[in-house]
């Protein structure tokens, strides 16, 4: 024991010399477009590779999920960032596209903090975004109208709030319609009576989070399946990705971002899960 310690030192040595030796050598320049409810992370794993990697260049946009999906099988970026699978994306060729999850985002149903209601069924979801439901005290809450804040056909959380939260049910075409999250977020913090859906990794005390089917979105009932508006966040390629493309995604994949950004942000890892979804 005592003649192989110096040996298992002198190879903690080198490893941690080829890993010295390994920061700042990527460069070049690549483009992730796509799902805002994943940008958030994408963006500050950007950020943190790029302090490592000076000569890289990671340029982060939103778009919503199907604009990131079109372009990076068009080749117009390097990543798409999609809240849904490639497969669910009519015009999409799945086959030519590499996936790789890199967390999962629970979203939430958010009203404007002076909403006197916490709680919403799917029937009564699907009521107010099918405009059927047009004020508050028809469930539960005070005399006011309803205002709803739709996403566009193109976003992946639309996508996933229509499968999970609405049953399939097609929502009916509002005045109001936005496609970032930050601006969802500051419609409905903003405007009385409002209603929307962010990811959770936008949901602060300027909107209020309801419970769906009497279940609230926290990470314990999502991982197990009690609440069922969530996605996983998709990296995709066009075929297998090389060069500085291939590096970050090992980036977003490693203990670094998994164990760190993603619980800070407010995403779940992928490893917490306990149940799963397929196309």
């Not at 943190?48 to 919503?64: W, Y």
Request: proline share 4%.
């Amino acid at each position: 024991m005592l003649r192989r310690l110096p040996l298992l030192l002198v190879v903690g040595l080198v490893a941690s010399l080829v890993l010295v030796g390994c920061s700042g050598t990527v460069s070049g320049t690549i483009v992730a477009s796509g799902s805002t409810a994943l940008q958030p992370l994408v963006q500050q794993a950007a950020d943190k590779f790029m302090a490592k990697n000076p000569k890289a260049r990671i340029t982060v946009n939103g778009g919503g999920s199907g604009t990131g999906l079109s372009q990076v099988a068009q080749g117009q970026v390097n990543i798409g960032m999609s809240d849904i699978f490639a497969e669910e994306k009519e015009g999409i060729d799945a086959s030519q596209l590499k996936d790789y999850k890199v967390a999962v985002v629970g979203f939430a149903i958010v009203v404007n903090p002076d909403v006197k209601v916490d709680n919403l069924t799917q029937e009564q979801v699907v009521g107010i975004f099918t405009g059927k439901i047009k004020n508050w005290s028809e469930v539960g809450g005070q005399d006011l109208p309803i205002v709803v804040i739709n996403r566009p056909k193109s976003s992946g959380t639309r996508a996933t709030f229509k499968k999970y939260a609405l049953g399939g049910v097609e929502e009916a075409e509002t005045a109001m319609t936005e496609d970032s999250s930050g601006q969802v977020k500051k419609i409905v913090s903003e405007t009385p009576g409002a209603i929307s859906y962010l990811a959770l990794s936008y949901v602060d005390n300027s909107v209020k989070a309801l419970k769906f089917d009497g279940n609230a979105p926290t990470v314990e009932n999502i991982t197990t399946g009690k609440y069922p508006i969530w996605s996983y966040e998709h990296l995709y390629t066009k075929g297998e990705p090389t060069g500085l493309t291939k590096a970050f995604i090992q980036y977003m994949l490693s203990q670094e971002v998994q164990n760190d950004l993603v619980t800070k942000l407010g995403y779940i890892p992928i490893t917490s899960m306990k149940v799963t979804r397929n196309p």
